[in-house]
């Protein structure tokens, strides 16, 4: 009875300090007239909050998207909530690199401009394929969002001073890169972490290489969100997770501030490279800073996308 009670009451306590402590709001008001912003997977959770919070302020907004009619109804939406026209989407399939490298050329061809990239679409713990042969969280997660940004560089230099923002996760704190095996695909939420991991240290090494050329890079943890995410598992294992989230989880459009924050304001210029959460930058373990890792990691997704 005892242990039951403490363990009510840790629960109600934990509860009450989740729902009373209340997420930073972006509040840099910075209008974007004349800039664009490309939102990978925008059509829904996290990335359609941000392309509400960038079309509010004046930005071009171009969400890239795998299903054609779901992000010609997000845009629809996203115009209506932000009272902006200036909202497009493209087709693309992270999981696809004809796709992307399609994509980019398209992109190149139509917009003379690029101030910011956001790598926001992602897939979370499940074993599959993408149509290359890469584990999916790896290859669409890191591997997708390595290609596409690194065919879009040069037009991200011409724009600049211009920002590369990539969504990773807390959950790299619980796995290592296995550089002999990179392409991992055993337990489903150890490839997400590793994904998470790999997107710190692109981050890093982006920031890195683009140093004096007026690129920045930032990586986003975006807290436990209630978005589409568990749309890929089970009905049972969604209900498991629907409770919890509805517990714990914050909204989409919370959990787009950073996004947003790391977008718009000039007080992140000078944390370049580095993890943010609710509005700041956050601490990572030391080993998710490891220069020599992310500079391996650099050159073996070269390889693998066949980038020369
Ligand atoms: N939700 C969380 O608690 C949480 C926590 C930490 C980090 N994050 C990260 O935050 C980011 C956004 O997550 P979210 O919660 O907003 O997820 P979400 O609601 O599931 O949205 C994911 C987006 O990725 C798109 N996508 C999936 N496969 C794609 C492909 N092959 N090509 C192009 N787009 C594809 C989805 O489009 P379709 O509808 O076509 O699949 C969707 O637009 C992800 O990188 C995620 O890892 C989320």
Known sequence: MYVLGTVVASLVCFLLLKWTKK?????????????????????CGIGKETAIGL?????????????????????????????????????????NLQSIRDFSEALLKRE??????????????????????????????????????????????????????????????????????LNYNIVPFFTYCRSKLANIYFTQELARMMEGKGVTAYSVHPGFVHSNWTSHFSTVFRMILWLVMVLFSVPCEAAAQTVIHCAVADEVLQHNGKFFFDCQPAKLHPFAEDEGAAKKLWEASERMVNLT
């Open 55 to 95: 079309a509010v302020r004046g930005a071009r907004v171009i969400i890239a998207c795998r299903d054609a009619g779901k992000a010609e109804e997000a845009v629809r939406e996203i115009r209506r909530a932000s009272c902006s026209m200036n909202v497009q989407h493209m087709e693309l399939d992270l999981a």
């Open 23 to 43: 997420r930073r709001f972006c509040l840099d008001t910075k209008r974007l007239h004349g800039k664009t912003v490309l939102i990978t997977g925008g059509h």
């Open 112 to 181: 003379k401009r690029l101030d910011v990239l956001i790598n926001n679409a992602g897939m979370p713990c499940v074993l599959d394929w993408t149509d290359d042969g890469f584990s999916m969280c790896f290859g669409f997660n890191h591997l997708g969002h390595f290609l596409l940004t690194n065919l879009l560089l040069g037009r991200l230099k011409e724009s600049a001073p211009s920002r590369v923002i990539s969504l990773t996760s807390s959950m790299y704190k619980y796995q290592k890169l296995d550089f002999q095996d």
